[in-house]
């Protein structure tokens, strides 16, 4: 029996804050977090995901845990995640992020997977240290992530066998709307999403909407 899946990006999407903003401004980091952004701007965006966890050596798993938690939702998120769940859906979460906080956000939701960056940690602390590998397809226009979208959306889809819905905003995204069956952009924040959606939406009803006449 085939199963239907849709794949949700979570910084933007289905947070209303990007969480490396929100976690860089809990803990001072907001000054290198834009040079970072400045001075690797060019470089594949797996550089950029070393650099930004060797901010935060030595601290805490639960800080972070706690101020990821006070990320607000997007407004109808869990209106979307309902019309998914009847109508069989498996869902999953994808972020750039990392996935221990991923984690914390698909059980709040009652979801079925999360992937993200993997962290090593000593104890309860942070070394700064990524540990997951690179995984991208490398397709044309991609800027190299550790999380490759477009391999977890195919993987899915392979297992699964039936339709593949993508939901996302930013260029990480990018590369999951190009595999989808159904690609969703959410507020895009960039002409390239927009483009490579089938709609654009600003909101969780009109995505709701588009999908009823589909399924």
């Known amino acids: 029996m085939k199963t239907d899946v849709a794949l949700l990006d979570?910084?933007?999407t289905v947070l209303s804050k990007r969480s490396i903003d929100v976690l860089c401004e809990r803990f001072g980091f907001i000054s290198e977090l834009k040079r970072i952004d400045l001075e690797f701007r060019n470089a594949p965006r797996y550089v950029v995901t070393r650099k930004i966890a060797a901010l935060f050596s030595g601290k805490k798993r639960r800080d972070l845990e706690k101020t990821f938690d006070?990320?607000?939702l997007n407004d109808g998120l869990y209106q979307f995640v309902s019309f998914l769940k009847d109508r069989?859906?498996?869902i999953a979460l994808a972020t750039d992020g990392y996935k221990f906080l991923a984690d914390r956000l698909k059980e709040?939701?009652?979801?079925d997977l999360a992937y993200g960056?993997?962290?090593q940690l000593n104890g309860d602390s942070l070394t700064g240290n990524v540990l997951?590998?690179?995984g991208c397809l490398r397709i044309p226009d991609c800027k190299e992530y550790f999380i490759c979208k477009l391999r977890l959306l195919k993987s899915l889809q392979g297992a699964l066998g039936g339709m593949s819905v993508a939901i996302g905003d930013s260029d990480s995204d990018y590369c999951m709307l190009t595999g989808a069956d159904v690609a969703i952009a959410y507020r895009p924040k960039t002409e390239k999403i927009r483009e490579q959606a089938d709609i654009v939406v600003e909101d969780f009803k009109e995505a709701i909407a588009f999908l009823k006449n589909m399924l």
């Open 10 to 12: 979570v910084d933007g």
């Open 108 to 111: 709040r939701l009652q979801l």
């Open 117 to 119: 960056n993997m962290l």
């Open 88 to 90: 069989g859906f498996v």
């Open 132 to 134: 997951t590998m690179l």
């Open 70 to 72: 006070s990320i607000p």
